[in-house]
């Protein structure tokens, strides 16, 4: 017995001795210009080649055996740096990392990234923010949505349009986070522009399937965009000057421990138009005519080092689009005087205005604090507010005045609590809880007018708010299981209380990678998600009197299942080559019935919607350069997505299974940006796709004339069309070629750039919307296509200071 009690001793202490022999390095790892925090940056041991990745605040942490170890940190665009280091304790190792000046991989002995190939992640792509300042632009304006639906699995709406389409989902079922927080409209101008100021951005990750534990409340993707923290070495600035619009960005220190940015855009379409409209007033004999439409944004970010392992954020965006138009009048009215028998002349006044808004306000307040060498903590609180907001006003003579207003929106306040652990190398924890108090406002009218006798009618039409609670814990571990295996499984809870409803449910997510060589890997994944709101959409183009509504005891939350399989393969450390088949289902998910619409004040919301299923499958394909004076990526999408609504009382399409709206069946995208010289580079895009799906009458019942006794046939104009099915036709093809030049100079105060693009360069006109129409040459009905975009060219000038 004693024996047995010395050898057990024995073993413990010799497992104590092995245990203290490892030793934990943790640091920041940050950009050595301007002292940006780099996301995913590969921390590794070049001898064994364990390793991790910085987190989002740029932190890691590696525990590896006493010893000699060769420590080794890559980021794309930066040359690698490597350190030997004599493992004897736990140490704090901070490196800044040197951009390449000609943004060519540097090699050194022994790298290895612990990206792309060797990830457990898929269906995740990271475009460089370079990359997207280099392709040709619309009216000047470089747009990181519009750079995405580029991507294979995105598809973009109509045309010209920024919505997002992913494997078969809608733009509702996006996650688009900015430093964390939920943004709810990311479109100007009817989606043409997106809000996202590309001056102000850091870093963009799309996520289309194989969905980490930490991320939920969306079926189709994540976006997660972080805004910069401010140059914390120097003083900087850049801007540019557009046909349409503007934007500077200024950023710098405050001392030692603080960094600042501000960036703002602003469009003049309305001071461009001003002239033209006031030479009408008056031409007019009008008192005041006021009309126009502009759209700005403004981001701000500060962030406070207290020391190495403590720092403090505070970012904010807001952004707003309005329509506007005022118009007055003085005249002389004649009338007839009976006492008099005469006519008699009087002044008469009217005043017109009609307004149209909408706009998004986020903030987000974090902290993050590093417990130890292995556990990190990040805190954040979160704001996020969109509304929309539309008006009519008319007062006539001394008349008090007859007012429309209609507003709808939602509102959230969250908080979240996030934990990074690193005990070991071959295990990488995250954990947290999160709860967001939602606020909707569906949409409701309030309308006042002069009954006549001096009193003001008041009247409110509509729905009224909403208040509910969204819940989520989750847990998730990197795990590497030998040289060739590594699994990202995790597990997600979700809950949702609406008045007396509480829904709740687990959902299971599981990634994994096995590699065939050094280069070569075949990727799985598994993912569950549930979705708690809903955007009702009334038309085609992303319009902002959308609704955005929650599950409710009648609306029943969204659910899918999505599964993944794919390979990827690295040539020559140059090109990454990936394949991946995805089958995705849906439920629940919720449309307008038919004839109804957000105009549907006779009914609650909630009575004019269906619930349906959705399945979407597919196989994408890409090929993607990141480094070297010639980058770009050629994509290609095989898919199909359909959608079903048979429950009784709710069919749509008389409840027969019909393609979803942006259902293509070949999406081929290819974007190549090269670069010439130190002074010049071009960049090209050309897509294809397979035309949307629409809507259209077929035949019309005759409609009967009372004053001639006679019936007459109108294609287009009948009382009752036969639309034969939701989705019955398919649009022509859209395909498009966009070219843009830069010129760079080099200045004693910075530097300057010139760019010229030319957007659907051989002058395709790709449809917007088709309708029936009456031909008078043929004397017959006709289908019209129309289009909005044909060859536009464009220039901007920018400069960095």
């Excluded at 995913?40 to 064994?48: F, K, L, Q, S, T």
């Excluded at 030997?84 to 390449?100: C, F, G, R, W, Y």
């Excluded at 120097?234 to 557009?242: A, D, I, K, N, Q």
């Excluded at 002044?347 to 205005?353: D, G, I, Q």
Aim: proline share 3%; charged share 20%; glycine share 8%.
């Amino acid at each position: 017995m004693i024996k047995r009690l010395l050898l057990i001793s024995f073993l413990c202490g010799w497992y104590n001795v092995l245990y203290a022999q490892k030793y934990t390095i943790s640091g920041y790892i940050s950009d050595a210009e301007n002292g940006e925090v780099l996301i995913g940056a590969n921390v590794y041991n070049a001898n064994d080649y364990l390793g991790t990745i910085t987190n989002n605040y740029g932190f890691y942490s590696l525990t590896l055996p006493q010893g000699t170890i060769k420590l080794t940190i890559s980021f794309v665009g930066y040359s690698t740096f490597q350190q030997e280091i004599q493992l004897t304790e736990n140490k704090t190792i901070s490196v800044e990392l040197k951009p390449t000046i000609e943004i060519e991989e540097v090699v050194v002995e022994g790298t290895r990234s612990e990206g792309g190939v060797t990830s457990s992640q898929m269906s995740l792509i990271e475009i460089p923010l370079k990359t997207i300042s280099k392709l040709p632009s619309l009216l000047g304006e470089t747009d990181i949505i519009k750079s995405i639906q580029l991507l294979p699995g995105v598809q973009s709406g109509s045309e010209g349009m920024s919505g997002m389409y992913v494997r078969g989902g809608g733009p509702d079922q996006n996650l688009i986070l900015l430093d964390g927080v939920p943004v709810y409209n990311v479109n100007h101008l009817f989606g043409f522009f997106s809000v996202f100021n590309a001056d102000a951005i850091q870093n963009v990750k799309l996520i289309k399937g194989g969905f980490p534990a930490h991320y939920g409340g969306r079926l189709s993707s994540v976006l997660d965009i972080s805004m910069k923290e401010g140059n914390a070495k120097e003083f900087h600035g850049t801007g540019s000057v557009g046909i349409i619009s503007s934007k500077l960005a200024l950023e710098g220190p405050i001392g030692d421990k603080t960094s600042y940015i501000i960036s703002g855009r602003r469009t003049y379409i309305d001071v461009l138009t001003y002239p033209i409209i006031q030479a009408a007033a008056k031409q007019n004999g009008m008192d005041e005519l006021k009309a126009g439409y502009f759209f700005y944004d403004l981001n701000a970010k500060i962030n406070h080092k207290f020391s190495d392992k403590s720092r403090l954020y505070l970012s904010a965006y807001t952004g707003k689009d309005k329509f506007y138009l005022k118009e007055a009048s003085t005249y002389t009215d004649e009338y007839y005087n009976p006492e008099t028998d005469s006519y008699d002349t009087e002044k008469r006044y009217y005043r017109n205005e009609a307004g149209f808004w909408w706009g998004n306000l986020t903030t987000a307040l974090r902290w993050s604090y590093a417990l130890s060498d292995k556990l990190f903590l990040s805190t954040t609180g979160t704001f996020s507010s969109y509304k929309m907001v539309t008006l009519a006003e008319m007062v006539y003579n001394n008349q008090r005045p007859n007012r429309a207003e209609y507003m709808s929106g939602i509102l959230d306040w969250g908080a979240k609590v996030d934990f990074d652990y690193y005990p070991v190398p071959n295990h990488y924890f995250k954990f947290g809880v999160s709860e967001t108090y939602h606020t909707y406002n569906p949409g409701a009218l309030a309308v006042s007018y002069d009954s006549g006798s001096g009193e003001v009618e008041e009247a409110e039409f509509g729905n009224n708010k909403i208040f509910t609670h969204e819940l989520a814990a989750y847990v998730e571990d990197d795990i590497r299981i030998g040289d060739l295996l590594k699994v990202n499984a995790g597990l997600r809870w979700s809950g949702f209380k609406v008045r007396n409803e509480f829904f709740n449910g687990l959902e299971p997510r599981l990634s994994a990678r096995f590699l065939l060589s050094e280069n070569w890997s075949v990727k799985g994944s598994y993912a569950q998600m549930s979705q708690y709101i809903n955007l009702l959409t009334t038309s085609k183009i992303g319009l902002p009197t959308d609704l955005w509504v929650p599950a409710t005891d009648i609306l029943k939350p969204q659910k899918a299942r999505q599964v993944a399989l794919g390979s990827m393969y690295k040539l020559k450390n140059e090109y990454e080559i990936s394949v991946e088949g995805f089958y995705k289902t849906m439920d629940n998910l919720v449309e307008y019935k038919e004839g109804a619409s957000i105009f549907s004040l006779e009914n609650d919301w909630e009575n004019n919607v269906a619930l349906g299923k959705g399945w979407s499958y597919g196989l994408e394909f890409l090929v993607m350069k990141q480094l070297g004076n010639t980058t770009g990526w050629i994509g290609y999408t095989l898919s199909k997505s359909d959608r079903l609504f048979d429950k009784s009382g709710q069919e749509i399409s008389f409840g027969e299974k019909f393609p979803y709206t942006y259902d293509r069946r070949h999406d081929i995208s290819f974007v190549l940006s090269q670069k010439i010289n130190k002074r010049m580079d071009i960049g090209l895009t050309w897509v294809f796709g397979t035309g949307n799906a629409t809507t259209l009458g077929f035949e019309s019942y005759p409609e009967y004339n009372a004053n001639s006794n006679d019936y007459y046939y109108d294609m287009w104009r009948g009382q009752v069309i036969n639309y034969k099915g939701r989705n019955n036709y398919r649009m022509p093809s859209y395909h498009r070629l966009d070219v843009g030049i830069n010129f760079h100079k080099e200045k004693k105060w910075g530097k300057r750039t010139w760019n010229f693009s030319v957007y659907n360069a051989y002058n395709r006109k790709n449809p917007f919307y088709l309708d029936w129409g009456y031909d008078n040459n043929t004397k017959q009905t006709k289908l019209y296509k129309y289009s909005i975009f044909q060859i536009m060219p464009s220039f901007s000038y920018s400069f960095e200071f």
